[in-house]
């Protein structure tokens, strides 16, 4: 327990007198608040701000999972900057790329869980030729393939790809992703 007692009790009273609006005879009922409050504390051995009641609570083994990565390959920006900020706001790590190239040096310097593509991109393959690839070297990692002139039906996809029609709309994203 911080201080002295009387010391806690009286800086206890007069921040409830604050907090009340500072009213004119109102001293005993602070101080009797701040009283129990103390009281209180000392027979809980809780902390002013309670937060050993939360790690008590909280398993010390619970580890917070990382957050599912989602690499996002899309040669438009405004449409590949809308999706990595609604990603980013639904908890997602997000990665961007402008081309299968761009997508390709993230892919070999960070894990990731899901790949959202486009098909129609400039550089050296398309949107499709990068699906290839990433089935190849990383074949743990989910893909999404997405067109706005494209219709890719199930035969056209293997196994671990799906294709969604562009635009999407974000809870159809995050059910594919999820």
């Given amino acids: 327990m911080p201080g002295n007692r009387n010391e ?8 409830l007198w604050e907090q009340a609006g500072k009213p004119f005879g109102q001293d005993q009922v602070h101080w009797q608040q701040a009283v129990l409050e103390r ?16 790690d008590r609570s909280r398993p010390a083994s619970v580890i917070e ?18 999706i990595v900020d609604f990603l980013d706001q639904a908890g997602y790590k997000t990665l961007e790329a402008a081309n299968a190239d761009e997508a390709l040096v993230l ?3 960070n894990p990731v869980d899901t790949l959202y ?15 290839a690839k990433v089935r190849r070297q990383w074949p ?19 196994a ?11 809870p159809e994203l995050l059910k594919l992703i999820a």
């Fill in 117 to 131: 593509t486009d098909i129609d991109m400039p550089g050296s393959m398309d949107g499709l030729g990068l699906v």
């Fill in 65 to 82: 999972p990382e957050p599912r990565s989602v690499l996002v390959v899309e040669d438009e920006v405004l449409l590949r900057y809308d």
């Fill in 8 to 15: 806690w009790i009286a800086a206890r009273a007069y921040s």
């Fill in 160 to 170: 671990g790809v799906t294709f969604v029609s562009k635009p999407t709309a974000g």
């Fill in 140 to 158: 743990s990692t989910r893909v999404i393939v997405t067109s706005g002139l494209v219709k890719l039906s199930h035969k056209d996809t293997e």
């Fill in 39 to 54: 009281d209180l504390l000392e027979r809980t051995q809780a902390s002013a701000d309670g937060w050993e009641v939360l």
């Fill in 107 to 109: 892919l070999n310097a």
